[in-house]
Nanobody, 117 residues
Framework: VQLVESGGGSVQSGGSLRLSCAAS????????MGWYRQLPGEQRERVAT???????DYADSVKGRFTISRDNAKNTVSLQLNSLKPEDSAVYYC????????????WGQGTQVTVSS
């Protein structure tokens, strides 16, 4: 199983980025996909999730600015980041999870997003 993130980078406050995660080795359409972020020394926090049927949920801090989407034909999940703020700076991780108790999720290696003021 591989989850490979791309699209991170450095932008100024107010700018935009689009993150993508390409999945392989899983039945992608069965998985809830999510984006999480983490700062050094802090816990990983949920940013956005999208279920296998397309229901989305967002952290309050990103509602109205970030949009998660998935393409089951291409086995990809994306996160559009708009109106970026310095506090959005973090390593962003892609997660794939089955809605089954006891089945561990898969994680990508992360991609850095840095927003300067």
């Amino acid at each position: 199983v591989q989850l490979v993130e791309s699209g991170g980078g450095s932008v100024q406050s107010g700018g935009s980025l689009r993150l993508s995660c390409a999945a392989s080795g899983i039945t992608f359409s069965a998985y809830t996909m999510g984006w999480y972020r983490q700062l050094p020394g802090e816990q990983r926090e949920r940013v956005a999730t999208i279920t296998n049927v397309g229901n989305t949920d967002y952290a309050d801090s990103v509602k109205g600015r970030f949009t998660i989407s998935r393409d089951n034909a291409k086995n990809t999940v994306s996160l559009q980041l708009n109106s970026l703020k310095p506090e959005d700076s973090a390593v962003y991780y892609c997660k794939a999870a089955l809605p089954i108790n006891g089945v561990p999720p898969y994680w990508g290696q992360g991609t850095q997003v840095t927003v300067s003021s």
